[in-house]
């Protein structure tokens, strides 16, 4: 099995002058100064002092911060409609009162943002969720799999993905008998974790039931090509599966088309895009959607109920029970508007290579037998997001102490919810779970990014140095 | 705290210097083959996900091998884990639960193999947390219940081995 940490030669740990790859070529110009300052006014957060200095926030991959306008669209809905709403996809023009009127106007006004955002042909195939792991379970739970059936993913998906798959496997052994019964089967990566379309495709047979992959990973942001994403679906179309897309590291990032990609089914997290925390979204293709059992069920979700029996709603009422976060889909609407009208995707974008760019180039040289960084050599390869590894947890925990104590800095550390690949992957070298992950978004800066690497070159060149206070 | 002088010494000399992209301290690698127990013990930074995991091969009679797992974020607690697991195996189940981890007196073995001058206590609380995970192994491949990692004493710069302490 190919070994996917990254490229290049490597010297010892705090070697200055050990040979150093050439850094990747660079980056495109960050945008102006003053836009990106402008930009971060709108974020209370970045206002705030600890010690004196900012929060320096690269923890982006996880949950983003909030902008102003989605901060007061949620204190909206608690201030002027605190109401329970409903009614949804029933035709009800006119609800019970005041409030619910009010209310009912962001309501639909959110379900067409959410949909809008992904190229849904119909607000009525969004189901709010709280998260994409909740939609992605409300799939599998859904889906009237049969023993025979198979489940195709990456090695390297989430366990948003990756779980309530295996849970499936598990009812599906328990009703055929057989606890021996593989369902879930897996394809690889690239030596350095990249998708490989040729793998993908070979993997799928005539079995294959449902094929469901992580659109950009949390762990090195490597993002599968619109047209692979295309040639996959088509190719389980034909066999009569289902394609899952988890966008949950996608939709915040680049502009999402679920008629381009051709998928079935789609999850994304308002959480990692400025929305509300807690909002998620699940999109089907309404036939599917019509066709999926309902997984949480009680008030809302049901037509009408007798002793004996229930009339569920059509989609996408059957899926979203009791009363909902009607405050989240308010923010929700507001965080929409905010990244695809105020910032821009094309700004997300450049930013992200910008700042990606200039965190490779100070990083990448570091690389030693020590340290080491996830994924593809070239940054406009991994999005966002820059992970560091090492044999070494005390290295590791020292960087994010260090940064957080001096300069308020926040990554990630640890195995990002991607244990299984990481496992498969290092286990037999022993550096599974030391990675240290950070993740940019429009709003950052050069500057945060070097105050970063400072630290990191610091612990880098002398590990030894920086293990008290553990 | 500061890290101790024969922890940082240990650390750097018998862990961090055979760590490497393609290689880790063989204590530190899976095994081959499915373990016949397992336990954890949260010792490194007190909780959170910072837990030390042991697995053991043997049987009633012999520990023929066992490792350590975790992304281990305390010198401390990879020095106490190496040593703990170097004195466990090829001992007896029996031998290996007569420990009581509360007995400073019985971590003897452990302290002499650091640095027989100096029983540093930031070890001391590590050995101790090592020595739960692995009796919890243990009683795992034995069937037997695992018991609760008790409370530690918080490392202090006291010296074990001096004796006016």
Redesign the interface.
């Known amino acids: 099995m190919a070994v996917g940490?990254l490229w290049g030669g490597?010297g010892d740990c705090g070697d200055l002058h050990a040979p150093a790859r050439a850094a990747v070529s660079l980056a495109p110009m960050t945008l102006a100064a003053r836009d990106i300052l402008e930009l971060r006014e709108a974020f209370p957060a970045l206002a705030r002092r600890r010690n004196g200095k900012p929060p320096i926030y690269l923890n982006n991959t996880c949950m983003t911060l909030r902008p102003r306008v989605v901060i007061d669209a949620l204190r909206r809905y608690y201030e002027e409609f605190p109401t329970c709403g409903g009614g949804r996809s029933e035709g009800a023009q006119k609800l019970d009162n005041w409030f619910q009127d009010e209310l009912r106007v962001y309501e639909v006004a959110a379900r067409e943002a959410a949909g809008r955002l992904i190229g849904a042909s119909s607000a009525d195939e969004v189901v709010w969720t709280r998260n994409s792991s909740e939609a992605l379970n409300i799939v599998a739970h859904g889906l009237r799999l049969e023993p025979g059936d198979e489940i195709l993913g990456s090695e390297r998906e989430h366990n948003s993905n990756l779980v309530p798959w295996l849970e499936a496997e598990r009812r599906l052994r328990e009703r055929s008998g057989d606890p021996e019964l593989v369902v879930r089967r897996f394809f690889e990566l690239d030596a350095d974790g990249d998708f490989d379309l040729e793998r993908a495709l070979a993997a799928i047979t005539p079995n294959t039931r449902v094929l469901a992959l992580g659109h950009a990973s949390n762990l090195d942001g490597t993002v599968i090509p619109a047209a692979a994403i295309r040639a996959l679906a088509d190719r389980v179309h034909a066999v009569g599966g289902v394609l899952v897309l988890d966008a949950a590291q996608s939709v915040p990032h680049r502009r999402v088309d679920v008629e381009e990609l051709g998928v079935d089914f789609l999850a994304y997290s308002l959480h990692k895009m400025c929305g509300p925390s807690g909002m998620g979204v699940l999109w089907g293709r309404y036939a599917l959607l019509e066709q999926l059992d309902p997984f949480i069920v009680g008030g809302d979700t049901i037509a009408d109920t007798w002793q004996d029996r229930v009339d569920y709603k059509r989609p996408p009422g059957r899926f979203e029970a009791g009363l909902q976060d009607y405050a989240g889909m308010v923010g929700a609407a507001a965080a929409i508007d905010y990244i695809t009208e105020t910032v821009g995707y094309d700004t997300i974008r450049a930013q992200e290579l910008a700042l990606n760019t200039h965190l490779t180039e100070r990083l990448a040289p570091l690389q030693c037998?020590?340290f080491?960084l996830l994924g593809p050599e070239d940054p406009a390869r991994r999005g966002g997001v820059l992970t560091m590894s090492s044999?070494?947890?005390?290295l590791?925990?020292a960087i994010e102490r260090i940064g957080d104590e001096e300069a308020n800095v926040m990554v990630r550390?640890?195995?990002f919810c991607v244990n299984a690949y990481l496992h498969r992957r290092f286990?037999?070298?022993?550096?599974s779970?030391?990675?240290l992950r950070a993740s940019v978004y429009f709003y950052n800066t050069l500057e945060e990014c070097d105050v970063f690497a400072d630290i990191v070159e610091r612990v880098v060149k002398s590990?030894?140095d920086h293990?008290?206070?553990? | 705290?500061?890290?101790s002088n024969p922890v940082?010494r240990y650390?750097?000399e018998e862990i961090?210097a055979r760590?490497?992209?393609?290689?880790?301290?063989a204590n530190?690698?899976?095994f081959d083959e499915p373990p016949t127990g397992k336990a954890a013990v949260e010792g490194c930074?007190g909780g959170g996900?910072n837990i030390t995991e042991f697995t053991v091969l043997g049987d009633a009679t012999v520990l023929r091998d066992v490792r350590i797992?975790?992304?281990?974020?305390?010198?401390?607690m990879?020095v106490a884990a190496d040593i703990v697991v170097d004195w466990a195996r090829g001992r007896s189940p029996v031998e290996i639960l007569a420990v009581d981890p509360l007995d400073v007196a019985q971590l003897a073995p452990f302290f002499q193999a650091l640095d027989p001058r100096v029983w540093p206590d930031d070890a001391r609380e590590k050995f101790q947390y090592a020595l739960v995970g692995v009796q919890n192994a243990v009683r795992d491949q034995q069937g037997e219940p695992m018991i609760p990692s008790p409370e530690f004493d918080e490392p202090t710069a006291k010296d074990w081995a001096d004796p006016d302490r």
Request: aromatic residues 14%; hydrophobic residues 40%; proline residues 9%.
């Open positions: 940490w490597w037998d020590h080491w044999p070494s947890g005390a590791i925990n550390r640890g195995m286990d037999r070298l022993g550096s779970k030391n990675n590990p030894l293990f008290d206070d553990e | 705290m500061a890290v940082r650390y750097a961090f760590m490497g992209r393609e290689t880790a301290p530190f690698l899976p930074l996900k797992s975790c992304g281990l974020c305390n010198p401390a990879y």
